[in-house]
Structures are given as C-alpha cells and as structure tokens.
C-alpha cells in the first residue's frame, strides 16, 4: 500500500517558472491538503479539499493553485515562482471529516533562485 | 484551538522511557490532544490522541492530566529511530477542516545510545 505519494523529491525553479508538484494517495481518502515547512515556522496550510471538485484556502494560499478532479490526486501549481516559495511542501490526507489521522507524503523540497 | 507549550528540545537515553510533557491550560472541553512526530526529512507521522482519558497504542502511551490542562507522550523504550521532533496539538475533532492542524515548533528528542 504506497499511502500517499509525491512528486519530485527535490526540485530547482528560475524566479518566474511555473510548475506543479503531484500528490496522489491509493487510500480513498475523501480529505487531502498541501503544507509547507519552513525553518522555525512549523507546517502551514496552503490549500485543502473535502472531495472532488471542492477546495478551499487555508493559512498561506497565495501563489498557489490546486484543482481536484479525482479522489486520488490533489495537484499543486506554483504559476510564478518567487524566491520566498522555497520551502519544503508536504501533501497529507485522511478519511474524512472528524477523523483526524493525518497520513503525509515524504515531501518535496522546492527551491526558487 | 488552544496553545500548547512544549521544550525546545529533550535528551533520553536509548532504552529508557521518554516523557515529553506539554502544557495546554487553555483547553476546551471538546478539545482533544493529538501528538504527531517527524523524523528529520520525512512527514509528520501521528502517533496518538486523546479526549481525557489515558490512551494507549503500540507506539506510545499519552497520559492527560485530571484538569486537562497538560499532557504527557511516553515512549516506553526509546530507540535511536525515536529521535525526531514531537508536536503537540489541540482541536476539536468534528471541526472544519478550515481551521486545520496548527504544528508548532515542537519539540526536538534526541535519544542517545
């Protein structure tokens, strides 16, 4: 069982690039959500969904986009990187509402010269 | 959700019991207490959580003050793979995912052989 998986691993964008960093999880899981972690600031919420096609902002969502299509994948677009997007970002998901064990994926360490 | 309070950092020697404590003396009584753990480089990983009463799982015990207004996560015996940084947090269970999990700086264990 993969759990949820991102991708890449590690990632190296020119100020102004776009890109999209890919969460999918095999768990049926109805609620996935991003993070970033920055050092001493702990993880913040960026954006998150409770199902297909329904997302919403959290904590710090400028600067980025996501979509929901599928159950499985929640999508992560940066449309104009900036330098202050460097950050290691972190997809998690859980079963639904009132359930609270979060599962994360191992990361994706984005930097932005 | 209230604050939780935690050490910056602890020391425990490898095979002892490790007791992190955390304070949340402004907790509600819908409130419960979570503990997450992140080994350096990798996702949060949830390890336990609990309303009032003591909890136990194969990964650790928590034990919650009458009061509720502290915490504590005990790693019977720790291992050099336990080191890692423990987050305590509090929320209510069934509410938004709106207002989502607040990791904090944590606390950093390092176990010692």
């Known amino acids: 069982n993969a759990g949820v998986t991102q991708t890449p691993k590690f990632q190296v964008l020119k100020t102004g690039q776009s890109m999209t960093l890919q969460c999918a999880q095999d768990?049926?899981?109805?609620?996935m959500s991003w993070y970033r972690q920055d050092p001493g600031m702990g993880l913040r919420l960026i954006h998150y969904?409770?199902?297909?096609?329904?997302?919403d902002q959290g904590e710090v969502p400028n600067g980025y986009n996501v979509s929901r299509s599928t159950t499985e994948d929640f999508p992560l677009r940066l449309l104009s990187a900036a330098p202050s997007q460097t950050s290691v970002y972190f997809c998690a998901s859980s079963q639904g509402l009132g359930v609270e064990k979060l599962f994360f994926g191992s990361g994706t360490q984005l930097s932005v010269l | 959700d209230a604050k939780t309070t935690q050490p910056t950092s602890m020391d425990c020697a490898e095979g002892r019991a490790a007791n992190l404590p955390c304070n949340h003396s402004t907790i509600s009584g819908n409130e419960y207490v979570y503990w997450y753990r992140q080994i350096h480089s990798q996702g949060p990983q949830y390890i336990i959580h609990g309303l009032k009463n003591n909890e136990t799982n194969e990964m650790a015990s928590l034990i919650i003050t009458e009061d509720r207004k502290s915490s504590t996560l005990i790693l019977p015996h720790a291992t050099l793979r336990d080191t890692a940084v423990y987050y305590c947090i509090v929320r209510v269970s069934e509410r938004s995912y709106g207002q989502n999990f607040v990791f904090g700086p944590g606390t950093r264990l390092s176990v010692l052989p």
């Open positions: 969904s409770v199902g297909a096609g329904i997302t």
């Open positions: 768990m049926n899981h109805e609620y």
